[in-house]
């Protein structure tokens, strides 16, 4: 990756093992537990940890250098067999290394924003890109101010093109995403309500999102939802090109949902997604249009878009007991993609029977009953049965039951109360979708079912 030598151009500080010669390191992680080849070792500080106090379990793991927070004493222990750099704050000087580095290797950078779809999005652009360019993309859910840096430490020297994804909850977290990365295409799939206790509207959503533009290239593209007016109407850059189901530079139309794919049609040319829903027909627009920037022909992005590794928990259909078949969305959820979920089991013809395990949405604040009802008011007589977990998901069951009484309608506070309900319910020939947001931890009732 580099060597002690850039390290120095931007840490200058050295103590601890000192040495002539330039020491190159393979990989860097914050974790002292990862077994590393010449490791650079960068403890965070958190709220209830400080990495610092596993530096020896990091050396002996194979750090060979570490960041080091100068208010911190280095243990005689490891003087001798680690370089530290020292910094005021580790954190930061994580941030600057991935900058330094992302701008030392220069491959092409894409970043991913928005309410939902930012993961499939990532996932959709990476299969698609990787059929022509030496691709990096974020791994899991780094998309944080530790996970981004992390993701453009661990890309190879020979990257080409990187992708990554970038979350938020409050004002400011993107802009600094996008500092770090310096993207050259920015992705704003849409604006929904995730985080809207802290931003405080859709407005103050579309305004932390669109941060993304602060750093982006001045010769760069913004792509956005063309259906989002919150969007359309504020999306000042130079460059704008957006995906759309009705009118945009990308129009997406005859969205046809068969077994376990998606097909759909952009200027007369039809593609097919491994994914359920219209909502991923519009996630696959996003990386066809970067990918015609990136000049990939229209046969190799059908080819990418068909070979997606699409992350777990994200809509991921499993083959449960009993020929049951169950929809892991337990990933995380928000009322936007709550209710795009249920509209593509709505959808579905492939089973004689349907069910609901819908759990709470989480940092809603004061908005949590009313877009909650928003939830049940998207359910029809299509769908059989519905459980409800947590607290603010109560309200989706009472609004269900007053618009369709004929549908099984049932609240829980108990996840083995739910489980056992739920054993009554898994017939043959069903599907039963399970959303609802991470701390909900809808899984553990999954487990019981596969």
Not at 158 to 185: C, K, S
């Amino acid at each position: 990756m580099f060597t002690t030598q850039f390290l120095t151009t931007l840490f200058p500080a050295m103590s601890g093992k000192q040495s002539t010669e330039q020491i190159y390191i393979e990989e860097v992680t914050t974790d002292s537990r990862n077994t590393t080849s010449n490791g650079l070792f960068i403890p965070i500080v958190g709220e209830r940890f400080d990495g610092h106090t596993f530096i020896e379990e990091a050396v002996k793991n194979g750090a060979v250098a570490a960041l080091w927070q100068k208010d911190r004493p280095i243990p005689d222990t490891v003087q001798t067999s680690c370089t530290f750099f020292s910094v005021d704050d580790t954190l930061v000087a994580l941030q600057q290394l991935a900058h330094a580095y992302r701008k030392d290797v220069n491959p092409i950078v894409i970043a991913i924003t928005g309410s939902n779809g930012k993961t499939t999005t990532k996932d959709l652009t990476k299969a698609v890109l990787q059929t022509t360019y030496k691709t990096h993309a974020t791994r899991g859910n780094l998309n944080n101010d530790i996970g981004l840096p992390l993701t453009l430490l661990q890309m190879p020297r020979d990257t080409e093109v990187v992708v990554v994804e970038m979350g938020m909850n409050d004002f400011g977290e993107i802009r600094l995403l996008t500092n770090i990365a310096q993207p050259h295409y920015a992705i704003v799939t849409n604006i929904g309500e995730s985080h809207i206790e802290h931003l405080g509207s859709r407005e103050g959503i579309r305004d932390a999102k669109l941060e993304i533009v602060a750093s982006l290239d001045e010769d760069g593209l913004l792509i956005i939802d063309g259906d989002e007016p919150l969007l359309t109407e504020s999306a000042n850059f130079r460059h704008v090109r957006s995906c759309s189901f009705t009118s945009g530079d990308l129009v997406i139309e005859n969205v046809q949902i068969d077994g376990k794919t998606t097909t759909f049609t952009i200027d007369d040319t039809t593609y097919t997604i491994p994914l359920l829903g219209k909502h991923h027909a519009k996630n696959a627009s996003f990386a066809i249009l970067v990918a015609k920037q990136l000049k990939i022909d229209d046969a190799v992005i059908k080819r990418g878009l068909m070979d997606v590794e699409h992350s777990t928990m994200r809509f991921e259909m499993i083959d449960g007991k009993n020929n049951v078949t169950i929809i892991n969305d337990a990933y995380n959820a928000s009322p936007t993609s709550m209710r795009a979920a249920i509209e593509v089991v709505k959808q579905l013809t492939d089973f004689q029977y349907k069910g609901l395990v819908l759990a709470d949405v989480l940092e809603l604040g004061t908005f949590a009953a009313p877009l909650h009802r928003t939830i049940g008011e998207k359910i029809d007589h299509s769908i059989d049965f519905v459980f409800t977990y947590g607290k603010e998901a109560e309200v989706i069951c009472e609004v269900v039951k007053k618009r369709e009484p004929e549908i099984v309608c049932r609240h829980f506070t108990s996840k083995d109360e739910l489980i056992r309900a739920l054993e009554h319910m898994m017939r043959k020939n069903s599907v039963v979708l399970f959303k609802g947001s991470r701390g909900m931890q809808l899984e553990e009732i999954i487990e019981q079912f596969i």
